[in-house]
């Protein structure tokens, strides 16, 4: 939002300057030393199949440092390492695995309980539901027809 918008003039805020130090002369009056390479490099040159010849410098690879030998690992432990891995994921997988029986168990036995009560609820309407209209006589009360008796209106 701009400062014009608000109504109000915007809250003043403290300016910090950073000056740079000067060096002392000190500092730079300290002599310069140049320093020699131990050995100068050899340069090699390198003549190409269309005749042209390439000068530079060799370049050698970095030596990596030599890794300190592993102590041998004898084959017993690692076959015991193994074992006791398999037997872990085999108790979990069987941990798993019951619980996932008693679970599909649970759901299957409120799926019957489900068809039960619905199976129950449809036989208890077959049988309380019409009581009292066990003929097969037709009444229409809106059109006044009533088959058993003959009278049309």
């Known amino acids: 939002m701009r400062s014009e918008n608000t109504g109000h003039a915007p809250a003043a805020r403290p300016v910090e300057v950073h000056r740079p130090t000067p060096l002392t002369p000190d500092a730079l009056a300290a002599p310069l030393t140049p320093v020699q390479p131990a050995a ?39 076959n015991i390492a193994l074992g006791g891995i398999g037997f872990g994921a085999v108790c979990g997988g069987l941990f798993l695995l019951t619980a996932f029986i008693a679970a599909l168990t649970a759901f299957i036995t409120q799926l019957v309980i489900l068809a039960a009560v619905i199976f129950g609820g449809w036989i208890a309407v077959q049988v309380f539901g019409r009581s009292g209209h066990r003929g097969g006589t037709t009444v229409n009360i809106r059109k006044a027809v009533i088959k058993r008796n003959h009278f049309h209106g």
């Open 40 to 78: 100068v490099p050899t340069v090699a040159s390198v003549v190409l199949p269309d005749g042209r010849v390439v000068t530079g410098y060799a370049v050698h690879p970095a030596q990596p440092e030599p890794v300190a030998a592993k102590p041998a690992i004898s084959r017993a432990a690692v």
